[in-house]
């Protein structure tokens, strides 16, 4: 156990909160996954996330707020339907992309004209959101706590296993309930454009807005979680149907590999002696194990990491964009 995990209490928090103002990294729970914490208002702050995680400079950052009343500090335009986005999901795993005001600085932003906001439901960063507030901190700029290209963390022990001593403090809230990152819809041009399926489904998405918000186009903003190869575990992972799945772990156990499976309906066979793990049919309970699966599959001496395809609705947009990314 790191000693830089810290169970979550008030004066952990307060702690946390004095570390941020002074410049220092703090990695926090939200709902998605934990977050690597930096003053969002001081630049030298900003350019340590990169460092410890080993991260190029012109990504941008998601700036966590306590409350939408903050929205006016870092961005220049609210449009009509990112108010009603934000008044009917946050706080929550929603990430609104804005044009941003002179605050937001090019290390939170990566030099673009926007900035990424998200008000966090966890009740460990929504404390340490108000603490850091009353020192004077308007924003905790944060992106997940993982290494660059790395499946993103769910638990304190997932930071300590990617960032170790990078961080200054990891404070301690449990596993995270959602399990994988915040949805992302940018109001930058004349239309809503969704930059990444995540913690809220489509639908809902889909409803407050009226309308499909669309697919990103050559004019949207850079999104690193957009990267084809995102969210990837070491060994070589596939999607493989259910149908096909047994065969598939026959074939390359009889080749010499040694399998590790993320199953969700199919039974692993009598004889096999790998890892094999049963997830849930359920969207948003697989989404909630997703990432600690695969760092469980992902273990040395595992060549193949063969993963049984999702269901094709809505509800499984989220999860079925992270595991074509990590395959
Ligand atoms: O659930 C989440 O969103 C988590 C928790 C910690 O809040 N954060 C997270 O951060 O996933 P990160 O940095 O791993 O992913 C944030 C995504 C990146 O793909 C980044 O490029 C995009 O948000 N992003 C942030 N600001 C942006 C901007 N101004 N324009 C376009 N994309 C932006
Ligand atoms: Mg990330």
């Known amino acids: 156990?790191?000693?830089?995990?810290?169970?979550?209490?008030?004066?952990?928090?307060?702690?946390?909160?004095?570390?941020?103002?002074?410049?220092?990294?703090?990695?926090?729970?939200?709902?998605?996954?934990?977050g690597l914490g930096a003053d969002?208002?001081?630049?030298?702050?900003?350019?340590?996330?990169?460092?410890?995680?080993?991260?190029?400079t012109e990504h941008p950052l998601i700036v966590h707020l306590p409350n939408a009343a903050h929205v006016e500090h870092w961005a220049r335009e609210f449009p009509e339907g990112a108010r009603r986005l934000a008044a009917t999901f946050w706080p929550?795993?929603?990430?609104?992309?804005?044009?941003?005001?002179?605050?937001?600085?090019?290390?939170?932003?990566?030099?673009?004209?926007?900035?990424?906001?998200?008000?966090?439901?966890?009740?460990?960063?929504?404390?340490?959101?108000?603490?850091?507030?009353?020192?004077?901190?308007?924003?905790?700029?944060?992106?997940?706590?993982?290494r660059f290209g790395h499946v993103s963390p769910t638990t304190a022990q997932h930071v300590a296993e990617d960032l170790g001593d990078a961080v200054s403090m990891i404070v301690d809230g449990g596993p995270c309930d959602v399990g994988i990152e915040s949805t992302i819809v940018a109001f930058t041009g004349g239309e809503p454009m969704l930059l990444r399926p995540g913690g809220i489904a489509i639908e809902d998405l889909v409803r407050v807005l009226g309308e499909a918000p669309h697919a990103p186009d050559a004019m949207a903003p850079r999104a690193s979680g957009t990267l084809a190869s995102h969210y990837a575990p070491r060994a070589a992972a596939r999607i493989v149907t259910s149908r096909q799945l047994l065969q598939e772990v026959a074939r390359l156990a009889s080749s010499g590999e040694r399998?590790?499976?993320?199953?969700?309906?199919?039974?692993?066979?009598?004889?096999?002696?790998?890892?094999?793990?049963?997830?849930?049919?359920?969207?948003?309970?697989?989404?909630?194990?997703?990432?600690?699966n695969l760092r469980a599959l992902d273990r040395p001496g595992v060549t193949a990491i063969l993963i049984e395809s999702v269901p094709n609705g809505g509800a499984w947009l989220a999860v079925r964009d992270r595991l074509t990314r990590a395959t």
């Open 92 to 146: 929550g795993p929603l990430t609104l992309i804005l044009p941003r005001t002179a605050r937001a600085a090019d290390a939170v932003t990566g030099g673009q004209d926007s900035v990424g906001l998200r008000v966090p439901s966890h009740p460990v960063a929504r404390q340490l959101l108000d603490a850091f507030g009353e020192l004077g901190g308007s924003g905790i700029a944060a992106p997940s706590a993982n």
């Open 40 to 56: 969002a208002g001081n630049s030298d702050a900003v350019h340590r996330i990169f460092a410890a995680k080993g991260r190029p």
């Open 259 to 292: 399998v590790a499976v993320l199953a969700r309906t199919v039974l692993p066979p009598a004889n096999f002696a790998g890892a094999w793990i049963a997830s849930h049919d359920d969207a948003p309970r697989y989404a909630h194990d997703l990432y600690a």
């Open 1 to 34: 156990m790191s000693r830089r995990i810290v169970p979550a209490s008030a004066s952990s928090i307060a702690l946390a909160a004095d570390r941020l103002r002074a410049g220092e990294l703090v990695a926090f729970p939200t709902e998605t996954v934990y």
